[in-house]
C-alpha cells in the first residue's frame, strides 16, 4: 500500500514518547504522531489520549526523503459543527439596539436603588435633626 500525502489510513498505537506516539500502519510500515498533533485541545501527556494497541484514523501530513512518515490525528478527524445549536441562535442585534436596552435596565436598577434607599431613610428629604 503506497502511503500518499494527505491520504487518511487506520493504524495501531504501537508506541507512546513524550513527544508523540508510534503508529503502526498498514504493511507494517511506521510513523510517527506528533504530540501537538494528537488532538485539538492541548495536550500535555499523550497518555491522557492514547494507549498503546488502540486503533486510530490518521492523515498523512508529511512524507520525508528518509522515509519518515509524519501522521495526525485532529486533521483525519475534523470536528463536527452542531448545526442544530446554530439555528437556535437568536437573530444578531445591532450595537444601538444592545446599547438602549442597556440604558433602560441601567435606569430601571437605579430607579429601584433609589426607592430602596430613600424608605429606609425616611422618605426624600427627610431630616432627623
Avoid at 27 to 38: A, Q
Avoid at 77 to 83: F, H, I, K
Wanted: no cysteine.
Amino acid at each position: 500500500m503506497a502511503i500518499d500525502v494527505g491520504s487518511i489510513v487506520e493504524g495501531v498505537v504501537t508506541g507512546i514518547t513524550n513527544f508523540g506516539a508510534f503508529i503502526e500502519l498498514p504493511d507494517r510500515i511506521t510513523g510517527l504522531v506528533h504530540i501537538s498533533e494528537v488532538a485539538d485541545a492541548y495536550v500535555k501527556d499523550v497518555r491522557d489520549y492514547l494507549k498503546e494497541q488502540d486503533h486510530v484514523k490518521v492523515k498523512v501530513i508529511h512524507v520525508d526523503e528518509k522515509g519518515k512518515i509524519g501522521l495526525s490525528i485532529k486533521q483525519a478527524n475534523p470536528p463536527v459543527r452542531n448545526v442544530s445549536r446554530e439555528r437556535r441562535l437568536p437573530p444578531t442585534v445591532s450595537f444601538e439596539d444592545k446599547l438602549a436596552k442597556f440604558i433602560k435596565d441601567s435606569d430601571e436598577r437605579q430607579t429601584e436603588f433609589r426607592r430602596a434607599t430613600d424608605s429606609k431613610r425616611g422618605g426624600r428629604g427627610s431630616s432627623r435633626y
